[in-house]
């Protein structure tokens, strides 16, 4: 999955610091990402004296990460804005792990200049990572939504899902946010009741994963069928909902970063 980077570790400890020639640093801009054309995250040297503004943001091992804030065009020969998408692919997988990290935290900043409570400009805390209000001292912390995802199976079958609206062709699983005031069980339980209409039961906790692009911190849970199995599909969701047998779940060889690949795997292994 795309956090397990071992045997190379991630450090998050918060830090006031301008980057070294050697920072790697993450610039974005309307939908892309800077890289260099053999898809390498740009070093601090590389930059020159682009109008980017500085921040830092965590280290991978002893290798520093910082985003750049472009404050002007920023066109540097060897380097070229691409999709976002492209982050997911990046070698090696720490990589990947600090692209989505880094786009969670662009998005953070990017969203919370001005103060919500007076509109002052934030500004930058200087012994965590918040952003506090130089006007009437409102803070706030890095936003992380809690979303939900579940593997509801009968024993034999997984249950598995096309999305109707969204870019993703392919089968996934049942998720969605927790709402104010649910659980995260009984979040599992309204997804699966309100998107398919089938109740479930023993619901289990099965992993977390931390999921940038989308600022998700992802709750993965097994659940058994309750009852019939007869899908009642929500079309505003969903295209399709179909039961696979263990032998038969769709597993995407080029998926190796997500928790939805890393269950369906699971299952299809007999693990649940
Ligand atoms: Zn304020």
């Not at 898809?39 to 910082?66: H, K, M, N, S, T």
């Not at 060897?78 to 997911?88: D, F, I, S």
């Not at 505003?236 to 269950?263: G, H, N, Y």
């Amino acid at each position: 999955m795309i956090q397990e980077i071992a045997p190379q570790v991630y450090h998050l400890e918060y830090q006031v610091k301008e980057p070294a020639a050697a920072g790697k640093v993450f610039c974005f801009r309307e939908g892309c990402v800077l890289l260099t054309r053999e898809r390498r995250v740009p070093l601090r040297a590389q930059l020159g004296d682009c109008p980017i503004r500085y921040r830092y943001l965590f280290a991978i091992d002893r290798e520093e990460y910082y985003l750049g804030e472009p404050l002007g065009p920023v066109q540097v020969p060897g380097l070229e804005w691409m999709p976002r998408r492209v982050l997911r692919g990046l070698e090696p997988l720490s990589q990947a792990f600090a692209g989505y990290t880094a786009r969670h935290l662009e998005h953070w900043y990017r969203d919370n200049r001005f103060c919500g409570r007076c509109g002052g400009p934030m500004e930058p805390g200087m012994e965590e990572r918040k952003l506090v209000c130089a006007a009437c001292g409102f803070q706030v912390y890095p936003r992380i939504n809690p979303a939900v995802i579940v593997a509801v199976h009968d024993g034999d079958r997984l249950l598995m899902t096309r999305y109707a609206r969204r870019p993703i062709p392919w089968f996934v699983l049942l998720a969605g946010f927790i709402e104010v005031g649910e659980t995260a069980e009984q979040c599992v339980a309204r997804e699966v009741r309100e998107e398919v209409g089938i109740q479930v039961k023993h619901i289990r906790y099965y992993g977390s994963q931390p999921w940038g692009m989308s600022g998700n911190l992802t709750l993965a849970y097994t659940a058994e069928l309750d009852g019939g199995d007869r899908l009642t599909v929500d079309r505003t969701e969903l295209a399709e909902a179909r039961w696979f047998f263990r032998d038969q779940v769709p597993i995407r060889k080029e998926d190796r970063v997500s928790i939805t690949q890393d269950m369906v795997r699971a299952f299809a292994a007999g693990r649940f």
